[in-house]
């Protein structure tokens, strides 16, 4: 029961996006379509939870152990941006559309704090290694759904008659604002 409840909550009540606001720059610059957006979720999957896998082994096994906690950040960076190449490298071969669809946000994924955000929120909450798989891929998820809903809203404000003023960028903020409030609605779920 406590899994689900982190599971839920990681999506739902402490959305990546909507709650912390991590990941806002691909949130807003990788949401024009819902099939690039996606494809950014499941890239951004792959790598939260291989980079929370490591992390968590690194801090464990070597920072902990040896009292150098702080080279922390410095690890986890050289670990996510590890993880963000050998994806960039497995995507180019297996579907070059999605790796150009991607474009420079893949390679930035490195930069992603949402990433980093994952991996250092598991350490502060003191997770096991299963408390912390079942997080980076909730959070994941959360951050999925987040850009995925935000994309089918940008694809459907692109349809229709929006006032000159707050065309683009402007209409898009203010949408993200509103499913922002929409989510807190899920507080007190867990």
Known sequence: MEYILLFIGAIFVNNIVFSQFLGICPFLGVSKKLDTALGMGAAVTFVVTIATLVTFAIQKLVLDKYGIQYMQ?????????????????????????????????LPLITTNCMVLGVAISVIQSDFNLA????????????????????????????????????????????????????????????
């Open 73 to 105: 950040n410095i690890a986890f960076i050289l670990v996510i941006a590890s993880v963000v190449q050998m994806l960039e490298i497995v995507l180019k071969k297996i579907s070059p559309s999605l790796y150009s669809a991607l474009g420079v946000f």
């Open 131 to 190: 408390q912390s798989i079942v997080y980076a891929i909730a959070s994941a998820i959360g951050y999925t759904f987040a850009i995925g809903i935000f994309a089918v809203s940008r694809e459907q404000l692109a349809k229709t008659s929006v006032p000159g003023s707050l065309a683009g960028i402007p209409i898009s903020l203010i949408t993200a604002g509103i499913l922002a409030m929409a989510f807190m609605g899920f507080t007190g779920l867990v």
